[in-house]
Each structure stands twice: as structure tokens, then as C-alpha cells.
Nanobody
Framework: QVQLVESGGGLVQAGGSLRLSCAAS????????MGWFRQAPGKEREFVAA????????YYADSVKGRFTISRDNAKNTVYLQMNSLKPEDTAVYYC?????????????WGQGTQVTVSS
């Protein structure tokens, strides 16, 4: 298992920026991909972005392309989500998750989540 701790959420005005961090510990050697997801009140959890752990491939939801950037620092076992040009519809609890090797696209370790609120 991998333990994940998110930080960096908060309240920001529309058009502003935030950077989320996700620190990983435990069986990090088995991580294939790290992802960010979000869940707004009354809505299902949705994919936001992902980054291969040891490579450079990135994936984004259409709703955040061009505004959000995912990056990772393997020396720190940390993944970041830089969020620019934030909109009120980006308001949600953001979770990071780990997709281990051998499980296809399944994420089996999740952080506790960090609240992002964008005011209009």
C-alpha cells in the first residue's frame, strides 16, 4: 500500500491560482501512475489529471486542459497539481491517488482530500 497526503487547498477568487501537493510514502516503488481526482457536492468523483511515476506521460480531463498542469518530483515522492485560471465550477474536494503496476487503470490508494473553493 501507498500512503498519500494532500495539501494546498483553500479559497481563491475566480481567475486565481492554487498548487496542490500530494506526498507519497510506503510502497512507492510499485507506483505506475499518480492521478488527481475531484468530487463536487452532489456529483460523482471525476478524473482531473494523471502523470506516470517514472516517465513523462501526462493525461488531462478536457475541462482542465490548458489551465491545470500536473508534475512530479520523484526525489521528494511528491506530485503537484498547478491550477490556473480557476473557475467556480472547479470547486470540489481534490484527491490524489496511486495506480500501481499490474492493476491496469485501477487506483487503489487514496489521500484524504483537500478542499478547493473558487468564489465568483
Amino acid at each position: 500500500q501507498v500512503q498519500l497526503v494532500e495539501s494546498g487547498g483553500g479559497l481563491v477568487q475566480a481567475g486565481g491560482s492554487l498548487r496542490l501537493s500530494c506526498a507519497a510514502s510506503g510502497r512507492t516503488f510499485n507506483i505506475y501512475r499518480m492521478g488527481w481526482f475531484r468530487q463536487a457536492p452532489g456529483k460523482e468523483r471525476e478524473f482531473v489529471a494523471a502523470h506516470t511515476w517514472s516517465g513523462s506521460r501526462q493525461y488531462y480531463a478536457d475541462s482542465v486542459k490548458g489551465r491545470f498542469t500536473i508534475s512530479r518530483d520523484n526525489a521528494k515522492n511528491t506530485v503537484y497539481l498547478q491550477m490556473n485560471s480557476l473557475k467556480p465550477e472547479d470547486t470540489a474536494v481534490y484527491y490524489c491517488a496511486a495506480n500501481p503496476s499490474g492493476l491496469g487503470n485501477k487506483y487503489d490508494s487514496w489521500g484524504q482530500g483537500t478542499q478547493v473553493t473558487v468564489s465568483s
